[in-house]
């Protein structure tokens, strides 16, 4: 492969792998939880142009995704109702336009600081405007929200996109421009400068570069991909809800960046497909997926600050000197005990749970095919014992780890 081309390589794999998982995954499930990914990616990598890129962090991020989305469930219904010709591909057009435009309006004020300052007016703009979502009816309409019928616009080729396969296709076409349009942005003058910004805004301003303008041209370009998310969300579920706006969602892809690993352009990726995983999947066999994914933000953050790609780009050193498989047997050797403890800890969690909130004489519960009685302290000693075992086996494991990895990133001969 040509020099040239092997920038291109990353992209062409990308665009291959979202044509062909219809074809794996063709249950009308799995593809709205693909949709319900695609857009997430989006939003997160739009919030990651503020946090990860301009060093903004914002409380209120789901304000631009959800009037897009509102927008665009307007547009649904004109289209229906008022004979408005507007083909359904070029929707998240106008939900990016919509999203931008509030961008703009908000970031002539939030953008003078960054900071704590910046966080706190998001926030409060956040705020303001799901509270306005219950009030102002005509828009948002109020509680019950605003619905709409993406079937009822023209074809486009023959396509009513009447099928989950066709909303899918549609959203991963958007995900690629915006993926390759956000990709190119981070390396303008204009993205090269907002992590200038974000690094040291004085020296910024010594160059003769404005922050407060770096920081609005970030701020205007995440709201126009976040509204293009929002209206994919309003063309996926056909509904839009003060939910899409609240402070809840703000926080999930805050989540999502940090949980992904915000110094990275594909750490969104990687954490927006974690997180609607165990958000849809895991949700189907527990009740406290939540705690779980709580648990999980908390280790990364304490111990993963760089987030999961974080993790994966430090074996980075380790490959490019030869040295990746002296991990191989300390990772096998801490990768049973490991796998023991967390399914130790779930273990404990779920006998708790179940003891403490299921009905009146249920004390039966099954959990990894095994069933037994919640109440009786048995499987909970088990589930503890089993959990110091691993911790036991850990620690033991620990030292010899730590000298294959000093190992592993020694740059010299063998040590």
């Given at each position: 492969?040509?020099?040239?081309?092997?920038?291109?390589?990353?992209?062409?794999?990308a665009?291959?792998?979202?044509?062909?998982?219809?074809?794996?995954?063709?249950?009308?499930?799995?593809?709205?939880?693909?949709?319900q990914?695609?857009i997430?990616?989006?939003?997160?990598l739009?919030?990651?142009?503020?946090?990860?890129?301009?060093?903004?962090?914002?409380?209120?991020h789901?304000?631009?995704?959800?009037?897009?989305?509102?927008?665009?469930?307007?547009?649904?219904?004109?289209?229906?109702?008022?004979?408005?010709?507007?083909?359904?591909?070029?929707?998240?057009?106008?939900?990016?336009?919509?999203?931008?435009f509030?961008?703009?309006?908000?970031?002539?004020?939030?953008?003078?600081?960054?900071?704590?300052?910046?966080?706190?007016?998001?926030?409060?703009?956040?705020?303001?405007?799901?509270?306005?979502?219950?009030?102002?009816?005509?828009?948002?309409?109020?509680e019950?929200?605003?619905?709409?019928?993406?079937t009822?616009?023209?074809?486009?080729?023959?396509?009513?996109?009447?099928?989950?396969?066709?909303?899918?296709?549609?959203?991963?076409?958007?995900?690629?421009?915006?993926?390759?349009?956000?990709y190119?942005?981070?390396?303008?003058?204009?993205?090269r400068?907002?992590?200038?910004?974000?690094?040291?805004?004085?020296?910024?301003?010594?160059?003769?570069?404005?922050?407060r303008?770096?920081?609005?041209?970030s701020?205007?370009?995440s709201?126009?991909?976040?509204?293009?998310?929002?209206?994919?969300?309003?063309?996926n579920?056909?509904?839009?809800?003060?939910?899409?706006?609240?402070l809840?969602?703000?926080?999930?892809?805050?989540?999502?960046t940090?949980?992904?690993?915000?110094?990275?352009f594909?750490?969104?990726?990687?954490?927006?497909?974690?997180?609607?995983?165990?958000?849809?999947?895991?949700?189907?066999?527990?009740?406290?997926?939540?705690?779980?994914?709580?648990?999980?933000?908390?280790?990364?953050?304490?111990?993963?600050?760089?987030?999961?790609?974080?993790?994966?780009?430090?074996?980075?050193?380790?490959y490019?000197?030869?040295?990746?498989?002296v991990?191989?047997?300390?990772?096998a050797?801490?990768?049973?005990?490991?796998?023991?403890?967390?399914?130790?800890?779930?273990?404990?969690?779920?006998?708790?749970?179940?003891?403490r909130?299921a009905?009146?004489?249920?004390?039966?519960?099954?959990?990894?095919?095994?069933?037994?009685n919640?109440?009786?302290p048995?499987?909970?000693?088990?589930?503890?014992?089993l959990?110091?075992?691993?911790?036991?086996?850990?620690?033991?494991?620990?030292?010899?780890?730590?000298?294959?990895?000093?190992?592993?990133?020694?740059?010299?001969g063998?040590?």
């Open positions: 492969m040509s020099d040239a081309l092997r920038p291109l390589a990353p992209w062409g794999v665009a291959l792998v979202l044509a062909v998982l219809p074809f794996i995954f063709a249950s009308g499930a799995a593809l709205t939880v693909m949709n990914m695609a997430t990616i989006i939003f997160a739009a919030y990651n142009m503020l946090l990860g890129q301009g060093g903004m962090l914002s409380f209120g789901a304000v631009y995704m959800g009037l897009g989305g509102f927008f665009c469930v307007h547009l649904m219904n004109w289209v229906e109702y008022d004979n408005l010709w507007l083909p359904l591909p070029l929707l998240p057009l106008f939900g990016g336009l919509f999203g931008l509030f961008a703009m309006i908000v970031g002539t004020f939030s953008t003078r600081r960054a900071g704590t300052v910046f966080a706190m007016i998001s926030l409060g703009v956040g705020e303001l405007i799901a509270a306005c979502s219950i009030i102002v009816v005509a828009f948002f309409g109020g019950e929200g605003v619905s709409g019928d993406r009822m616009g023209p074809t486009v080729f023959g396509l009513d996109f009447a099928s989950q396969q066709e909303v899918y296709y549609l959203s991963a076409i958007w995900l690629m421009i915006s993926a390759a349009a956000m190119l942005y981070s390396r303008t003058p204009a993205g400068m907002a992590n200038a910004v974000r690094d040291n805004e004085e020296r910024a301003e010594f160059l003769g570069y404005s922050q303008k770096v920081r609005f041209m701020f205007c370009a709201g126009f991909f976040a509204g293009i998310a929002g209206a994919l969300f309003a063309i579920f056909e509904i839009l809800t003060e939910e899409n706006l609240n809840a969602t703000s926080g999930s892809v805050l989540l999502i940090f949980l992904g690993g915000a110094g990275f594909i750490g969104p990726i990687i954490g927006a497909i974690v997180f609607t995983l165990l958000q849809t999947v895991l949700s189907l066999y527990t009740e406290i997926w939540q705690l779980y994914l709580g648990i999980l933000f908390v280790a990364t953050v304490m111990f993963f600050p760089s987030g999961l790609t974080g993790l994966i780009a430090i074996h980075f050193r380790p490019h000197l030869g040295k990746i498989s991990l191989t047997k300390p990772y050797l801490i990768a049973l005990p490991a796998l023991g403890l967390a399914l130790a800890s779930a273990s404990v969690l779920e006998i708790a749970f179940h003891a909130h009905a009146l004489g249920d004390e039966q519960m099954s959990l990894f095919g095994l069933s037994f919640s109440h009786h048995l499987p909970l000693i088990a589930a503890l014992a959990g110091a075992l691993c911790i036991w086996l850990l620690r033991r494991q620990l030292p010899s780890f730590r000298e294959a990895w000093d190992e592993a990133n020694y740059a010299g063998p040590s």
